[in-house]
């Protein structure tokens, strides 16, 4: 039995409306791993795998494109399952700029 690590994933969502700036989501997943590198891989690969397309409301095809792994965290724990999500939520891009931007000591 491995490790515990949560992988915390970014997605954008992209559309055929060339207005439109696009919504983020940011996903927390829970990994068992031997290592913190082959839960980072985890997270990619689960990242790839959940990038769909579908048809809007509007009748216009809205993509969600995996981004990029911002973190693994090595967290403890007993009877959790593998590739559970933990937490999501929608971001502007502002946002998502700023989460992104990492704070500098000074």
Known sequence: MGMWFVGNIFF????EDPCDDGLWE????????????????WAIKIGKDEEHSYMAAT??????????VNRVYPIEGDHLTHGAELFSRFLR???IKSLKTPFEEK
């Open 12 to 15: 954008r969502s992209a559309h």
């Open 59 to 68: 009748g216009k095809n809205v993509k969600w494109i995996f981004d990029s």
């Open 26 to 41: 940011e996903r927390f997943v829970l990994l068992e791993c031997e290592t913190q590198a082959e839960a980072m891989k």
């Open 93 to 95: 891009k502002s946002e």
